[in-house]
Nanobody
Framework: VEVVETGGGLVQPGGSLNLSCTFSGFTSGVTFSGYGLGWFRQAPGTERELIAFISNMGGLTNYAGTVKDRFTISRDDEKKVVYLQMNNLKPRDTAVYYC?????????WGQGIQVTVSS
């Protein structure tokens, strides 16, 4: 399975970014819609943390308190993409962002993409 993340970069405080994570190469019989999807981030010197999650089929979402009401996770199962819309970005949001697909004990990670919030 190949995972490609796009959409990161440098943005000023208060700005917005939309991260995308595209999956490909799933074997037949295993549908993308059956995977739970998450966005994680890791700032220098810290552990990787889960900040947003969307369940398989998209019926449930959950957010870390630090991003709730500013970030929105969504998925397009037909395109095999998970998105993270980030609004009102703050300098403390600066980190490498990773997407992950999970189904039971199977995990697929994105390569990570830098988001820098600075004036």
């Amino acid at each position: 399975v190949e995972v490609v993340e796009t959409g990161g970069g440098l943005v000023q405080p208060g700005g917005s970014l939309n991260l995308s994570c595209t999956f490909s190469g799933f074997t037949s019989g295993v549908t993308f819609s059956g995977y739970g999807l998450g966005w994680f981030r890791q700032a220098p010197g810290t552990e990787r943390e889960l900040i947003a999650f969307i369940s398989n089929m998209g019926g449930l979402t959950n957010y870390a308190g630090t991003v709730k009401d500013r970030f929105t996770i969504s998925r397009d199962d037909e395109k095999k993409v998970v998105y993270l819309q980030m609004n009102n970005l703050k300098p403390r949001d600066t980190a490498v962002y990773y997407c992950r697909a999970q189904r039971t004990t199977v995990y697929y990670w994105g390569q990570g993409i830098q988001v820098t919030v600075s004036s």
